[in-house]
């Protein structure tokens, strides 16, 4: 019987939160606790070998919530230019520790369920695999990829992201509701 694969999880945090206003918004209050704190909540950090969540700064006010969920903040040191480095900081790090998978989520995204982040764990089978969060033709975050994938996740600047990758990966579908990522205000009023 093969080795089960070795998977990591990154939840992406060091946004600038710029559409929001003067806040944070990782920090607003959203259903009784911060924003930030949901994701780290959903996310199954036991099926994983390693678990990281990418900040901009050490000392967020979610930071002792992520570290109880069992995830090992790591400064990104160029958070300023964009998502892209983020994604690029996890997978450098996915590559460093031989993992065969890595997962990418959103910390501005509360929705996502506990057994999303299982489906996705399942699709993630081999090392050219890609799945994604989907809703009929939205392709999202949270995903997961094979580890062949590491060195173009590893290449990405600036806002880019993974949005070439994700157009390519397998559909795990999910209600529209679960794929709302807060930008503003307005959006986090709107769900509560």
């Known amino acids: 019987m093969a080795d089960a694969p070795r998977l990591g999880v990154a939840l992406l945090a060091a946004g600038s939160s710029r559409r929001f206003g003067s806040g944070?918004?990782?920090?607003?209050i959203f259903r009784g606790r911060r924003?930030?704190?949901?994701?780290?909540l959903a996310i199954p950090v036991e099926e994983f070998a390693v678990s990281w969540v990418i900040t901009s700064?050490?000392?967020?006010?979610?930071?002792?919530?992520?570290?109880?969920?069992?995830?090992?903040?790591?400064?990104?040191?160029?958070?300023?230019?964009g998502m892209g480095t983020s994604v690029a900081c996890a997978a450098r790090m996915a590559e460093a520790e031989e993992l065969d998978g890595l997962i990418i989520a959103l910390a501005d995204m509360p929705m996502v369920p506990k057994g999303h982040f299982m489906a996705l764990i399942g699709a993630l089978c081999g090392p050219?695999?890609?799945?994604?969060?989907a809703y009929h033709t939205?392709?999202?975050?949270p995903a997961a990829f094979g580890?062949?994938?590491?060195?173009?996740?590893?290449?990405?600047?600036?806002?880019?992201?993974?949005?070439?990758?994700?157009?390519?990966?397998?559909?795990i579908l999910c209600p529209p509701n679960w794929l709302v990522d807060i930008d503003t205000t307005e959006a986090l009023k709107s769900l509560d």
Do not use: M, T, Y
């Not at 580890?147 to 397998?170: M, N, P, Q, V, Y």
């Open 35 to 40: 924003l930030g704190d949901h994701a780290a």
């Open 138 to 141: 939205l392709r999202s975050p």
């Open 24 to 28: 944070d918004k990782l920090a607003a």
């Open 57 to 81: 700064r050490i000392g967020h006010a979610c930071e002792q919530v992520w570290q109880d969920c069992g995830l090992k903040p790591i400064v990104n040191p160029r958070a300023s230019e």
């Open 147 to 171: 580890k062949d994938h590491f060195s173009a996740l590893a290449s990405r600047e600036g806002d880019i992201g993974a949005r070439d990758l994700l157009s390519r990966g397998e559909a």
């Open 128 to 133: 050219q695999a890609i799945a994604v969060s």
